[in-house]
């Protein structure tokens, strides 16, 4: 599952190409701070007679060649490209910090729509578990009321509890269904895909030392996170695009 969600999840797919167009968008900013290059080629061919007065001239047949190149560097552009090539780049590293967000989810979502599958599944097999006891149920309070043993109060109240399951049945039905439908849409395949697991043990798995002292678990969690990261990077770029304003000064 974790892996069909990294290679088909729409989101995660959308920051990756967010990220791809701010590294575009940096390397186009980084290219201000590079010369123009020029280049030209002339070829000129004289044919004729120069005359210098009545009584000099000469004939005139030839071939001129040029070719130039040129850089213009922008040394004293007061710092404005400076400032938004780095403006640029901060907003190039927050994008990438977006991706490690989105990617840090899909793996969050894929687990958590897994584990809500695999709970209505259970919750599915223990009602058809208590359908088919409630039918027997009914059956046995039929033939003792037949043979004269029981009551048809106890054939009712087996009838009610008949009743009352299938509805459960029914109900849980419709969320194992609910559950389907969310994981194929996190996976980015056929919403009518019929999806179940083969596996319904459920093991214990420690994902935090349970020695771990909360300012360290706190601290580690600060400096991973990359919404953090995103939000911090994204305010050096301002800082920076704010600085590009003032820098012909």
Not at 65 to 78: H, Q, V
Not at 188 to 209: F, G, V
Not at 235 to 246: D, H, L, P
């Amino acid at each position: 599952v974790i892996a069909k969600a990294i290679k088909n999840n729409l989101n995660l797919k959308i920051s990756k190409q967010n990220s791809k167009a701010a590294k575009w968008k940096f390397w186009n900013k980084f290219g201000d701070l590079l010369p123009d290059l020029s280049m030209n080629l002339s070829k000129q061919n004289r044919d004729g007679t120069f005359y210098l007065n009545s009584n000099f001239q000469s004939p005139i047949d030839e071939t001129i060649s040029s070719a130039g190149l040129r850089l213009n560097y922008r040394a004293f552009s007061g710092g404005t490209t400076t400032f938004l090539a780095l403006s640029e780049r901060y907003f190039r590293d927050a994008v990438d910090a977006k991706e490690q967000s989105q990617y840090n989810l899909t793996l969050l979502n894929s687990v958590s729509l897994y584990l809500d599958l695999l709970k209505s599944q259970a919750s599915l097999n223990t009602n058809m578990k208590a359908l088919e006891r409630s039918k027997t149920n009914y059956d046995l309070a039929s033939k003792f009321l037949k043979a004269g043993n029981g009551t048809k109060f106890d054939l009712l109240q087996a009838d009610a509890q008949l009743a009352r399951a299938q509805q459960n049945l029914i109900e849980q039905e419709a969320k194992f269904r609910e559950a389907e439908i969310n994981l194929s849409e996190h996976l980015n395949i056929e919403l009518n895909s019929a999806l179940k697991i083969s596996s319904e043990e459920i093991r214990m798995i420690n994902l935090i030392d349970d020695g771990l002292p909360v300012n360290e678990f706190l601290k580690t969690s600060f400096e991973n996170n990359p919404d953090i990261k995103a939000a911090l990077k994204n305010k050096k770029a301002v800082a920076r695009q704010s600085f590009s304003t003032i820098g012909a000064f």
